[in-house]
């Protein structure tokens, strides 16, 4: 289901970024018509949930993990109202996971970056953080899909730098459902994040 004010944001939205940053999404023939499911990519900017979200409006609306730090005046009501919940970085937000798992559930799109924090900018910039596994652990308990995506082009917005967002096919948990959640969550966690570094490498 999309909010209101989700629709009216997309709406006003979609134009200049189609326009000034030429926007571009493939593989949206991979995502699930209907249902929920965990779609996890990169991180390169606070941004990356808009363009990673807005080739699925107007029919589906991203519900996505914030920092919590980001829950203040002015900006606290306008990420709820797009869609964010909080989690509380580095100290295993078990909160945040089960409002994710619910939503999911319910058949709402959770967007998670894995990466947990963008990717540094420079020399460091291809420096892959450790992965979080919240993710594939969030799609094991809810029992949904687990999809891979993949965005360019957000860490150079100001060089209006084209976007960028490829959607892979679903990574295969059906080996791992009636497992330990944990540990399962461990081995999905490395078969998504190889899944994102191909999808990176067709951009």
Same mark, same amino acid.
């Given at each position: 289901? #999309?909010?209101?004010?989700?629709? $009216? &944001?997309?709406?006003?939205?979609?134009?200049? #970024?189609?326009?000034?940053?030429? %926007?571009?999404?493939?593989?949206? =023939?991979?995502?699930?018509?209907?249902? /929920?499911?965990?779609?996890?990519?990169? @991180? &390169?900017?606070?941004?990356?949930?808009?363009?990673?979200? *807005?080739? *699925?409006?107007?029919?589906?609306? *991203?519900?996505?993990?914030?920092?919590?730090? *980001?829950?203040?005046?002015?900006?606290?009501?306008?990420?709820?109202?797009?869609?964010?919940?909080? #989690?509380? +970085?580095?100290?295993?937000?078990?909160?945040?996971?089960?409002?994710?798992? =619910?939503?999911?559930? !319910?058949?709402?799109?959770?967007?998670?970056?894995?990466?947990?924090?963008?990717?540094?900018?420079?020399?460091?910039?291809?420096?892959?953080?450790?992965? @979080?596994?919240?993710?594939? +652990?969030?799609? &094991?308990?809810?029992?949904?899909?687990?999809?891979?995506?993949?965005?360019?082009?957000?860490? !150079?917005?100001?060089?209006?730098?084209?976007?960028?967002?490829?959607? /892979?096919?679903?990574?295969? %948990?059906?080996?791992?459902?009636?497992?330990? #959640?944990?540990? /399962?969550?461990?081995?999905?966690?490395? +078969?998504?994040?190889?899944? $994102?570094?191909?999808?990176?490498?067709?951009?």
């Amino acid at each position: 289901m #999309v909010s209101p004010f989700y629709f $009216i &944001l997309g709406a006003l939205s979609t134009p200049p #970024v189609r326009l000034l940053y030429r %926007l571009r999404a493939s593989g949206k =023939e991979n995502l699930p018509a209907s249902g /929920g499911y965990v779609l996890s990519a990169n @991180h &390169l900017s606070n941004i990356d949930p808009w363009p990673l979200g *807005l080739p *699925l409006w107007p029919k589906r609306q *991203l519900r996505f993990m914030a920092k919590s730090e *980001l829950f203040r005046p002015p900006l606290w009501p306008i990420l709820k109202l797009a869609g964010a919940f909080q #989690v509380r +970085r580095g100290y295993g937000d078990e909160g945040a996971v089960k409002t994710a798992v =619910e939503l999911a559930r !319910r058949g709402e799109v959770v967007a998670i970056f894995p990466e947990g924090t963008r990717r540094e900018k420079g020399l460091l910039r291809r420096r892959r953080a450790r992965p @979080h596994t919240g993710a594939a +652990r969030i799609a &094991l308990e809810a029992g949904v899909p687990l999809i891979p995506a993949a965005i360019a082009g957000t860490d !150079r917005l100001t060089r209006f730098a084209p976007l960028r967002v490829v959607y /892979g096919q679903p990574v295969d %948990l059906d080996d791992l459902r009636d497992g330990d #959640v944990r540990k /399962g969550a461990r081995v999905a966690t490395e +078969r998504l994040m190889a899944a $994102i570094g191909e999808l990176e490498n067709t951009l």
